[in-house]
């Protein structure tokens, strides 16, 4: 078989002999053969390739494909591929249906109640006592109505329904837009993946999704896998598959030992070509997808049938449940499954916040149901002296149904449905409009986190600079060049060794092409520091095309590509005696101390000793870096002919050097960033410098862009002075320590990935300041990931970050810039105020609301304002108001306070100022209308009216100038901080105005032809003068109470603030219960990174399902708090913001002795 592969060597292949003619397509192998093929490992896969095809490029053949050419670029032959072989395309889950977004709207405790109470009263209203009785139960029918009033009965119970049917529509199409712009986002960012592909033998750059079978794909340092291949050819390649088989060490791969590259795993070092053999669903991640049930209908038809199925079946339906590692897997499942610990912080307060509301919600109309029935009750049978007749029964339900819809209404007003709502709408308004500023938010709640941000540790390189990268010093034959030397001061063997060096020793993807348009900046292709190097090459007027051309990449012997740990890389290459010359470059300071000699002018060779490194670092390099330019040293060793060395004892490969030339690579602070790093400080954001440059270039960047000022008391680290100062005898890290290091750290300067992540672990875990500290990373490498994952918010970059980076990350700079951060910062922050200011418009509604239903139920047996009323403020306006209040655009302003921290209340002092004052002024107002407005208007009293009696103006004017205080108290709602003039930016938001206005329009439309489902009858001119004028009065009394300092309202709470430390503290300590000693931890080491990647599945559903509607929402909280009570017994105290704990269990009551409470 393997002969006959080969027999057929020419490029158009002869018909096939006719065993193989079966083959898809006219290719020489079938999809089923490449996916077997793609189970095997290491020696098994070499042996079934070698068997089948006679080696990798055999295998290429039949694929139709050229190892080094690639694909012709040929849309029909692309096509054709994609019908036999798939695309590269893993189908999404389904995403749900309208009408099933409309059922869970449906599911809402609050609408249910309402639900049933319509219909009990629909009911009712349509049965009729027989006449003749209704004397005997007494007036309580009352005889104000005729004939056709008791026919409209039913109208009320059908206006509620039709309400309900509105507000769920309004739920479920939000949801189904939210849905519709998450898929966009998800689709966008599968776009911006891109990846390197030879076709017609030039490199390209394709969407991963147009992958296909065959090609040649060119794999480097920091890739994300996007199909299986075959490796072709490979430099030191080594692959993190722990994503795959849960293994966390690295895997060599080479085309002789183990060739297979799987999708979805991470390239950790080295560069290669592989040829694609299985994508999309047919490749090893696609294959665990469908498994995982991509389609989550299979999954349930599964469960049904495991049901059915007896226990031992069951049992292999789950391979993950070892018979002994079941219980273990169980717990495992039950923490993967449970909400991520720490919900953002905006989330957290909001939740608290409901449930309080909530709870206030349902104490007062449970009180206004009882106080109604037992008033008619003693009213009717113990003051009239009635008895209870069995033909009288309905009339009495009726009346107690009526009751229990005031209540109804009472609750839902107090329950604020507009919050989920405002908050999914400011977000997705935020992120919307974060694209144009370059973020590309990956995770909703990220946005949020970001305004509470208190400190940014970004790199330097790409970020703070511009990463185009330019040689502008060097010292090369003993002299100190200041810029680029005429190539005629060298000697030719220097220049001819520089060259070489350099061309050869780099990735040979790095190139420097001539730039796109005229007079623009030639354009640099691949790593930045490699292109500054070859940009010097062509400034000495030399070319490193001829040499690469010279020396193909297969040709190179031996390469040891650059990563964290070596920071440098060497290139072997056997010269034509048979000997080996070793190419190098790589940080000076660690490079020079492994060089024995130097070339002087002459191009000869000089000892050069300890002594004279160090006068060379004191002289040359120092002064170098204090210009802010990265110092890189060249050097080059040859090996005799006759005997090669261990290639794999690194260490002595590269060792006894001789130095070239050491350059100085400058790469230029961005224009705008020392201004946006000023307005991070005057936002009370620390900024802090991570990076891997030495660390007298870091500081001298840093200076640049004012991280840090002269006379501040800061500190500048290396990696191994932090450490050294962190960890304490026994190397262990200790968080005393880091405290005394972090809060004056600005530059840590050549650190490791670790280093990174330790000092962002250490700054969130840090106990030492008033409140914890919010902190955002920016990064870009594939070893940033652990450091990105960490950080409360994650900026991968997009333009040189790899897919690694982005995978960890939350938010993606689509132009790599500093100053995107400060635009997500400033958004952020808007989210928040968004969202505090929709609260202080919805309160206010929400207090008044329940007061007026409360009290005027007590005193006049029914609420001045209708339950249909009442909806129509609650559920609808308040659906607009927060459309209008939530997407109030950025400004400047935001950034010119200091973040407000985890635990500071959502409704601030001022806050309550405003809607205590509001509340005052419209209750006072709607009280005297309730009492007076009859005198006042001269109009017949609407209280104490029979049962199914018509709309009286009098309520009328009571329910039109509630809504018009509304209205204008939106206008008030448009500042949070005490500012006198509410209308500063009001033209700027659209949106405000055209709600503000439409709600106003359908607001006389409702009064003047509401008539009885609205309980409304028509006002005159002069009524509707009336009820604007008390309207536009709400804007006078916002100036009023502008005027109260706060400071002198000592009596006033805050609410909504975020769970407090100890709570935390507590609620961690119960759910880490079953934690038990050190070894079962580490046994579970390798189970967690398995449920880690489950989780980041599950949180980014859960993100889209979050806030998905306010049942949801508080049935969130509701099984949150059910989880609390169970582990501990929860009391309120009289203020809701403290909760005592009484331990439940020893072990809560081991971090909180005594059980004592927890203010």
């Given at each position: 078989m393997g002969d006959m592969a080969n027999s057929s060597i020419e490029c158009h292949p002869k018909p096939q002999p006719q065993r193989e003619a079966p083959h898809a397509g006219g290719f020489g192998c079938t999809l089923a053969e490449l996916r077997t093929l793609m189970e095997l490992r290491g020696a098994e896969a070499l042996q079934k390739i070698q068997e089948a095809y006679g080696d990798v490029s055999g295998l290429c053949r039949r694929l139709k494909t050229s190892p080094t050419e690639g694909l012709a670029d040929n849309t029909n032959d692309l096509e054709k591929r994609r019908q036999i072989y798939g695309q590269n395309f893993i189908p999404p889950k389904q995403p749900k249906t309208f009408l099933q977004l409309v059922w869970e709207a449906l599911q809402d405790v609050t609408l249910i109640i309402l639900e049933v109470a319509a219909i009990v009263s629909?009911?009712?209203?349509?049965?009729?006592?027989?006449?003749?009785?209704?004397?005997?139960?007494?007036?309580?029918?009352?005889?104000?109505?005729?004939?056709?009033?008791?026919?409209?009965?039913?109208?009320?119970?059908?206006?509620?329904?039709?309400?309900?049917?509105?507000?769920?529509?309004?739920?479920?199409?939000?949801?189904?837009?939210?849905?519709?712009?998450?898929?966009?986002?998800?689709?966008?960012?599968?776009?911006?993946?891109?990846?390197?592909?030879?076709?017609?033998?030039?490199?390209?750059?394709?969407?991963?999704?147009?992958?296909?079978?065959?090609?040649?794909?060119?794999?480097?340092?920091?890739?994300?896998?996007?199909?299986?291949?075959?490796?072709?050819?490979?430099?030191?390649?080594?692959?993190?598959?722990?994503?795959?088989?849960?293994?966390?060490?690295?895997?060599?791969?080479?085309?002789?030992?183990?060739?297979?590259?799987?999708?979805?795993?991470?390239?950790?070092?080295?560069?290669?070509?592989?040829?694609?053999?299985?994508?999309?669903?047919?490749?090893?991640?696609?294959?665990?997808?469908?498994?995982?049930?991509?389609?989550?209908?299979?999954?349930?038809?599964?469960?049904?049938?495991?049901?059915?199925?007896?226990?031992?079946?069951?049992?292999?339906?789950?391979?993950?449940?070892?018979?002994?590692?079941?219980?273990?897997?169980?717990?495992?499942?039950?923490k993967a499954s449970a909400p991520r610990k720490e919900k953002s912080v905006l989330q957290g307060k909001l939740t608290k916040l409901a449930v309080q509301i909530g709870k206030a919600g349902l104490v007062m109309s449970a009180i206004t149901v009882i106080i109604l029935v037992l008033y008619f009750v003693i009213e009717t049978f113990v003051v009239d002296g009635r008895v209870w007749l069995a033909e009288c029964t309905p009339v009495y339900v009726q009346y107690f149904v009526k009751f229990f819809i005031i209540g109804v209404t009472v609750l839902v007003v107090a329950v604020p449905e507009g919050l989920p709502l405002a908050v999914t709408i400011s977000l997705a308004y935020s992120v919307k409009k974060m694209m144009k500023d370059n973020n590309l938010v990956r995770h909703l709640d990220a946005c949020e986190t970001m305004g509470n941000a208190t400190a940014i540790c970004s790199d330097k390189t790409g970020t703070l600079t511009t990463n185009r990268m330019t040689v502008v010093q060097s010292y090369v034959g003993d002299t100190h060049y200041r810029e680029v030397p005429a190539p005629s001061a060298l000697t030719p063997k220097i220049l001819d060794l520089l060259v070489h060096a350099i061309s050869i020793n780099s990735a040979y993807t790095t190139k420097i092409l001539p730039p796109e348009k005229e007079g623009a900046l030639p354009r640099q292709v691949g790593n930045k520091t490699e292109c500054a190097l070859l940009g010097f090459v062509l400034d000495l007027k030399r070319d490193f095309q001829p040499v690469r051309e010279q020396i193909p990449e297969d040709k190179l012997y031996k390469v040891y590509t650059f990563n964290s740990v070596r920071k440098s890389m060497s290139t072997v290459i056997r010269m034509p005696d048979g000997a080996f010359r070793l190419f190098s470059k790589g940080a000076s300071e660690i490079l020079l101390k492994k060089c024995t000699h130097i070339l002087n002018s002459n191009g000869e060779l000089r000892v050069f000793r300890p002594r004279d490194r160090e006068d060379m670092v004191k002289k040359i390099i120092e002064p170098m870096a204090c210009d802010g330019l990265r110092t890189i040293c060249i050097a080059y060793r040859d090996f005799a002919a006759g005997h090669e060395p261990d290639w794999d004892n690194e260490n002595e490969v590269v060792g006894d050097l001789t130095c070239i030339a050491v350059v100085g690579i400058e790469d230029p602070v961005r224009p705008e960033v020392p201004e946006a790093i000023r307005k991070c400080q005057r936002a009370g954001i620390t900024v802090r410098m991570v990076t891997g440059d030495n660390i007298n270039t870091a500081r001298a960047i840093a200076a640049k862009c004012g991280i840090i000022q002269p006379g501040e008391d800061f500190l500048c680290l290396e990696g191994k002075e932090f450490?050294?100062?962190?960890?304490?005898?026994?190397?262990?890290?200790?968080?005393?320590?880091?405290?005394?290091?972090?809060?004056?750290?600005?530059?840590?300067?050549?650190?490791?990935?670790?280093?990174?992540?330790?000092?962002?672990?250490?700054?969130?875990?840090?106990t030492s300041g008033e409140q914890r500290q919010v902190v955002a990373v920016t990064g870009d490498g594939t070893n940033d990931g652990p450091a990105l994952k960490k950080a409360d918010v994650g900026f991968a970059m997009g333009i040189a970050g790899t897919d690694v980076a982005k995978e960890a990350s939350d938010i993606i700079l689509t132009d790599d810039n500093f100053t995107s951060i400060v635009k997500a910062v400033m958004w952020g922050r808007n989210v928040y105020d968004s969202i505090s200011k929709f609260l202080q418009f919805q309160l206010t509604v929400n207090v008044?609301?329940?007061?007026?239903?409360?009290?005027?139920?007590?005193?006049?047996?029914?609420?001045?304002?209708?339950?249909?009323?009442?909806?129509?403020?609650?559920?609808?306006?308040?659906?607009?108001?927060?459309?209008?209040?939530?997407?109030?655009?950025?400004?400047?302003?935001?950034?010119?306070?200091?973040?407000?921290?985890?635990?500071?209340?959502?409704?601030?002092?001022?806050?309550?100022?405003?809607?205590?004052?509001?509340?005052?002024?419209?209750?006072?107002?709607?009280?005297?209308?309730?009492?007076?407005?009859?005198?006042?208007?001269?109009?017949?009293?609407?209280?104490?009216?029979?049962?199914?009696?018509?709309?009286?103006?009098?309520?009328?004017?009571?329910?039109?100038?509630?809504?018009?205080?509304?209205?204008?108290?939106?206008?008030?709602a448009r500042k949070i901080h005490g500012e006198r003039n509410v209308f500063d930016g009001i033209f700027s938001n659209p949106i405000f105005c055209s709600i503000v206005l439409g709600t106003f329009a359908i607001q006389i439309v409702i009064v003047q032809f509401g008539g009885k489902p609205f309980s409304c009858s028509p006002l005159s001119t002069e009524q509707w003068l009336w009820c604007l004028f008390v309207g536009v009065g709400e804007l006078v009394w916002g100036q009023v109470i502008a005027t109260i300092p706060t400071s002198q309202l000592k009596c006033l709470k805050e609410a909504g603030h975020g769970p407090g430390k100890d709570e935390m503290a507590d609620e961690e300590l119960a759910e880490g219960e079953e934690e038990i000693d050190h070894a079962e931890r580490e046994l579970r080491r390798g189970q967690i990174l398995w449920f880690r990647g489950l989780n980041r599945i599950q949180t980014q559903m859960e993100v889209v399902s979050t806030f998905k509607r306010s049942g949801s929402f508080q049935g969130a909280v509701r099984r949150r708090s059910s989880v609390l009570s169970q582990l501990h017994d929860v009391t309120n105290l009289c203020t809701p913001t403290h909760v005592i704990l009484s331990a439940a269990n020893p072990t809560s009551a081991a971090g909180n002795p005594g059980g004592e409470s927890i203010p």
């Amino acid at each position: 078989m393997g002969d006959m592969a080969n027999s057929s060597i020419e490029c158009h292949p002869k018909p096939q002999p006719q065993r193989e003619a079966p083959h898809a397509g006219g290719f020489g192998c079938t999809l089923a053969e490449l996916r077997t093929l793609m189970e095997l490992r290491g020696a098994e896969a070499l042996q079934k390739i070698q068997e089948a095809y006679g080696d990798v490029s055999g295998l290429c053949r039949r694929l139709k494909t050229s190892p080094t050419e690639g694909l012709a670029d040929n849309t029909n032959d692309l096509e054709k591929r994609r019908q036999i072989y798939g695309q590269n395309f893993i189908p999404p889950k389904q995403p749900k249906t309208f009408l099933q977004l409309v059922w869970e709207a449906l599911q809402d405790v609050t609408l249910i109640i309402l639900e049933v109470a319509a219909i009990v009263s629909l009911g009712l209203s349509f049965y009729a006592p027989p006449g003749e009785e209704s004397e005997a139960c007494g007036n309580v029918s009352g005889g104000a109505e005729d004939e056709g009033e008791a026919e409209a009965g039913w109208i009320e119970g059908a206006a509620i329904l039709l309400s309900v049917i509105c507000v769920v529509l309004v739920t479920a199409f939000n949801d189904w837009s939210k849905e519709k712009q998450f898929r966009g986002l998800q689709s966008r960012i599968e776009q911006e993946q891109k990846f390197t592909v030879i076709r017609n033998g030039q490199l390209l750059q394709v969407p991963v999704a147009a992958l296909v079978v065959g090609d040649i794909a060119q794999v480097k340092y920091g890739d994300l896998l996007p199909a299986d291949g075959v490796l072709i050819q490979g430099n030191d390649l080594k692959i993190d598959e722990s994503s795959l088989t849960g293994e966390s060490d690295h895997v060599r791969k080479s085309a002789d030992k183990d060739p297979m590259l799987l999708s979805g795993t991470h390239v950790m070092e080295g560069s290669g070509r592989m040829v694609v053999t299985a994508v999309g669903v047919n490749s090893q991640t696609g294959i665990i997808f469908t498994l995982l049930g991509a389609g989550g209908e299979e999954e349930e038809k599964k469960d049904k049938k495991a049901k059915k199925q007896d226990g031992a079946v069951a049992m292999e339906m789950q391979p993950l449940k070892s018979a002994e590692g079941g219980e273990l897997e169980e717990r495992e499942r039950k923490k993967a499954s449970a909400p991520r610990k720490e919900k953002s912080v905006l989330q957290g307060k909001l939740t608290k916040l409901a449930v309080q509301i909530g709870k206030a919600g349902l104490v007062m109309s449970a009180i206004t149901v009882i106080i109604l029935v037992l008033y008619f009750v003693i009213e009717t049978f113990v003051v009239d002296g009635r008895v209870w007749l069995a033909e009288c029964t309905p009339v009495y339900v009726q009346y107690f149904v009526k009751f229990f819809i005031i209540g109804v209404t009472v609750l839902v007003v107090a329950v604020p449905e507009g919050l989920p709502l405002a908050v999914t709408i400011s977000l997705a308004y935020s992120v919307k409009k974060m694209m144009k500023d370059n973020n590309l938010v990956r995770h909703l709640d990220a946005c949020e986190t970001m305004g509470n941000a208190t400190a940014i540790c970004s790199d330097k390189t790409g970020t703070l600079t511009t990463n185009r990268m330019t040689v502008v010093q060097s010292y090369v034959g003993d002299t100190h060049y200041r810029e680029v030397p005429a190539p005629s001061a060298l000697t030719p063997k220097i220049l001819d060794l520089l060259v070489h060096a350099i061309s050869i020793n780099s990735a040979y993807t790095t190139k420097i092409l001539p730039p796109e348009k005229e007079g623009a900046l030639p354009r640099q292709v691949g790593n930045k520091t490699e292109c500054a190097l070859l940009g010097f090459v062509l400034d000495l007027k030399r070319d490193f095309q001829p040499v690469r051309e010279q020396i193909p990449e297969d040709k190179l012997y031996k390469v040891y590509t650059f990563n964290s740990v070596r920071k440098s890389m060497s290139t072997v290459i056997r010269m034509p005696d048979g000997a080996f010359r070793l190419f190098s470059k790589g940080a000076s300071e660690i490079l020079l101390k492994k060089c024995t000699h130097i070339l002087n002018s002459n191009g000869e060779l000089r000892v050069f000793r300890p002594r004279d490194r160090e006068d060379m670092v004191k002289k040359i390099i120092e002064p170098m870096a204090c210009d802010g330019l990265r110092t890189i040293c060249i050097a080059y060793r040859d090996f005799a002919a006759g005997h090669e060395p261990d290639w794999d004892n690194e260490n002595e490969v590269v060792g006894d050097l001789t130095c070239i030339a050491v350059v100085g690579i400058e790469d230029p602070v961005r224009p705008e960033v020392p201004e946006a790093i000023r307005k991070c400080q005057r936002a009370g954001i620390t900024v802090r410098m991570v990076t891997g440059d030495n660390i007298n270039t870091a500081r001298a960047i840093a200076a640049k862009c004012g991280i840090i000022q002269p006379g501040e008391d800061f500190l500048c680290l290396e990696g191994k002075e932090f450490n050294r100062r962190i960890r304490n005898e026994k190397g262990e890290i200790e968080q005393e320590r880091l405290d005394k290091v972090w809060p004056k750290l600005r530059v840590l300067a050549r650190s490791s990935p670790t280093d990174k992540h330790t000092l962002v672990k250490g700054i969130i875990d840090s106990t030492s300041g008033e409140q914890r500290q919010v902190v955002a990373v920016t990064g870009d490498g594939t070893n940033d990931g652990p450091a990105l994952k960490k950080a409360d918010v994650g900026f991968a970059m997009g333009i040189a970050g790899t897919d690694v980076a982005k995978e960890a990350s939350d938010i993606i700079l689509t132009d790599d810039n500093f100053t995107s951060i400060v635009k997500a910062v400033m958004w952020g922050r808007n989210v928040y105020d968004s969202i505090s200011k929709f609260l202080q418009f919805q309160l206010t509604v929400n207090v008044v609301a329940v007061i007026v239903a409360f009290t005027g139920a007590c005193i006049t047996q029914d609420s001045p304002l209708k339950a249909v009323q009442m909806l129509w403020v609650n559920l609808i306006m308040d659906t607009f108001a927060s459309l209008a209040l939530a997407t109030e655009p950025p400004t400047e302003s935001l950034l010119l306070r200091k973040p407000y921290g985890r635990d500071k209340p959502l409704i601030s002092r001022t806050m309550m100022k405003n809607i205590l004052g509001h509340a005052a002024y419209q209750l006072t107002i709607i009280f005297t209308l309730l009492f007076v407005g009859e005198l006042f208007f001269d109009i017949d009293s609407g209280r104490n009216a029979p049962l199914h009696s018509p709309p009286s103006e009098h309520y009328t004017i009571i329910f039109n100038t509630f809504v018009m205080m509304q209205l204008f108290n939106e206008i008030n709602a448009r500042k949070i901080h005490g500012e006198r003039n509410v209308f500063d930016g009001i033209f700027s938001n659209p949106i405000f105005c055209s709600i503000v206005l439409g709600t106003f329009a359908i607001q006389i439309v409702i009064v003047q032809f509401g008539g009885k489902p609205f309980s409304c009858s028509p006002l005159s001119t002069e009524q509707w003068l009336w009820c604007l004028f008390v309207g536009v009065g709400e804007l006078v009394w916002g100036q009023v109470i502008a005027t109260i300092p706060t400071s002198q309202l000592k009596c006033l709470k805050e609410a909504g603030h975020g769970p407090g430390k100890d709570e935390m503290a507590d609620e961690e300590l119960a759910e880490g219960e079953e934690e038990i000693d050190h070894a079962e931890r580490e046994l579970r080491r390798g189970q967690i990174l398995w449920f880690r990647g489950l989780n980041r599945i599950q949180t980014q559903m859960e993100v889209v399902s979050t806030f998905k509607r306010s049942g949801s929402f508080q049935g969130a909280v509701r099984r949150r708090s059910s989880v609390l009570s169970q582990l501990h017994d929860v009391t309120n105290l009289c203020t809701p913001t403290h909760v005592i704990l009484s331990a439940a269990n020893p072990t809560s009551a081991a971090g909180n002795p005594g059980g004592e409470s927890i203010p």
